[in-house]
């Protein structure tokens, strides 16, 4: 086992035991790729415990992501997911990891992680106008990238249909 491979087995053992059952699913992947999928309501709990007590100081982007017409498992949820790192802790180095967690497409509420990672606020605010997910206790969450007038479905949004293509 690679020095990498044995800091996210303890990293996922650690929060296994501290976070039990909210803790609700973990994918590891052999080149270095951790994502843990935790309720809406200990997502913040989680970041900031993965900041203080194992260095992850800093979020690379936000990805939201609409489940609703997948193919084989459709869910009527949206994934909100934060990737993450650490500058100042060497054993990190090449070690991506994920924190994500699903809310319900019709009340897109998760709390805002830009008080933990500072970068957050801007990615908060593109997935906010995109995909409709509020991000609660985010400091500015207004429009970043559409126009002021915009009054349509978010546009990453597997419902919205693009104006004069009919589907």
């Not at 100081?57 to 909100?80: H, N, W």
């Not at 990891?97 to 008080?115: A, D, E, R």
Request: charged share 30%; hydrophobic share 40%; net charge negative.
């Amino acid at each position: 086992m690679s020095d990498a491979e044995e800091i996210l087995a303890r990293l996922i053992e650690d929060l296994k035991k501290k976070f039990g059952d909210k803790i609700l699913e973990v994918n590891l992947e052999p080149k270095k790729i951790a994502k843990f999928t935790v309720t809406p309501e200990c997502i913040k709990e989680v970041a900031q415990y993965l900041k203080s007590e194992w260095t992850i100081d800093y979020i690379k982007g936000v990805t939201g992501v609409d489940l609703s017409r997948l193919p084989d498992k459709a869910q009527e949820v949206l994934e909100v997911i934060y990737h993450i790192g650490s500058i100042s802790s060497e054993m990190f180095r090449g070690v991506t990891l994920s924190l994500s967690t699903k809310v319900s497409i019709s009340n897109p509420v998760v709390p805002s992680l830009s008080n933990i990672w500072k970068g957050a606020e801007m990615h908060e605010r593109e997935a906010y106008e995109m995909l409709g997910i509020n991000f609660e206790g985010h400091p500015d969450l207004r429009k970043l990238l559409l126009p002021e007038f915009w009054s349509d479905k978010p546009p990453l949004r597997k419902d919205y249909v693009v104006p004069g293509r009919g589907c």
